[in-house]
């Protein structure tokens, strides 16, 4: 007798991450011998700061091997809450903290925690991929605005107001943003505030990973920090970017007590408390931001190497990244075109095509809610994004 196999109808309606799927795509390229270049992964390539890396031994040397309480280890929630005052004007104390196993579980356990079956989550696009299957997981309805390439990609106030409806139950975004690097300047969030403080059902849940890769001469200004809404706002953040943590796995949230209560009673029953050594090693990570700004600096110029080397392709429409490391192209001008054998008829099928092509590993924008774009990853060396630009503008000059 045959077992009937099937899985959850949540897990069925689920889109696979576009980034991961298209960073297996070029590992498997590669393994047959190919010279990849992989810009599809939103991965620092420097390495953990050495204070950071000395902590940790040190940690493990002190014997600190043990289960963690599930919110986070009392060093490191204070650390954080010192951290949100001095850099985000956000008064929070540690029993406001909670600690996850990354900021993709801190947004999930923020979703999971504040968002009932039909509840809206208003989310800004373009997006990060895993923003609308979160709250599919949540049992919400993602409703997607659109931010306008001429307005650098960002949402307006107006666009914001008129989405909103009595079933909105949350507004997510990210600023300095992935995939668009763009960031929301102190005015354009005081503006959405205003909005946000005519309802006071709504929350915001503001994803900060990208903090210490702002480019813009105002610097970061966090949503959480304006008082009026303060009380409704879910900064989530995390030491993977800014400090080349990726593999740490910590991230953290700053919220009103009884949403850090929720998210603590959920978490209690599924991760429970996370990683000692990387929590020991992450308590010191603020005591010196020399190698933060020394990465800031080098994504500058990268920045600056990608734009004006995208710039110099014909049909591509690129803008400036105020923040984080992407570039987000819009290629539309080559859907129709073809060179003799492969066709393109959407972003998909460019990725694709540089892929196979180009041996370049970029991200398709329709898995970020931007059909006509592409994400191409600024995090390597300069020797190999000018060489992937080189390779590119030569793929792109076969489709006619």
Known sequence: MSAVVRVADRINALEESATLAMAQKSRELAAKGHKVINLSIGEPDFKTPKHICEAAKDAIDAGFHSYTPVPGIPELRQAIAEKFKRDNNIDWKPENIIVSTGAKHSLANALAATVNKGDEVIIFAPYWVSYSEMVKLAEGTSVILEGAFDNNFKVTPEQLEAAITDKTRVIMFSSPANPTGSVYSRAELEAIAKIVEKHENILVLADEIYEYINFMDEGHFSIGSIESIKDRVITVNGMAKGFAMTGWRIGYIGAAKYIVDAINKLQGQVTSGTNHIAQRASVVAWDDMTAAETMRRAYLIRRDLVVSGLREIPGFK?????????????????????????????????????????????????????PNCIRISTAASDEALEEAIERIKKACSELK
């Open 318 to 370: 690129v803008n400036v990244p105020d923040g984080a490391f992407y570039a987000f192209p819009d290629i539309s001008d080559y859907f129709g075109k073809s060179d003799g054998e492969t066709t393109i008829n959407s972003s998909d099928d460019f990725s694709l095509y540089l892929l196979a092509k180009a041996h370049v590993a970029t991200v398709a924008g329709s898995g970020f809610g931007a």
